[in-house]
């Protein structure tokens, strides 16, 4: 395949992960999208559906092969897909992304930001939080 139709996948990928069009990413995926790689801005498809607690679309991502720890680095749109979920208090997005892996006591920003626990109870999202502790999380 060759590049420039790759960007179009990837872009496309991650617009349809951030609008949850579940049918749309099935499509994509198909198509040839990599659901790890980041658009031209350097979101990925996987934050991009944490974000939102796009728990369906994360789980596909995951399985087509998403890395569960992999920072997006887009414009507003940086740090680790558990970071991003637990932020916003996403709880099963973040079973999700626990079941397949993600680290969690894993800090964003290359290691010196926020764990996804602290990004939790600054929430506050006390079920997160109990989740990620449950999972190691500290």
Known sequence: MNRRRQKKLTRSLVAAATFDEGRRVERLLRAGADPAAADADGTTPLYAACVQGAV??????????APPDAESAGPGA????LCAAACWGHTETVRALLAHGADPGLREDHGAGW??????EAGP???TVAVLRAAGAR
């Open 56 to 65: 369906g679309i994360a789980r596909r991502l995951l399985a087509a092969g």
């Open 78 to 81: 940086d740090g680790t897909p």
């Open 115 to 120: 764990t996804p626990l602290r990004w939790a």
């Open 125 to 127: 999202h006390p079920q």
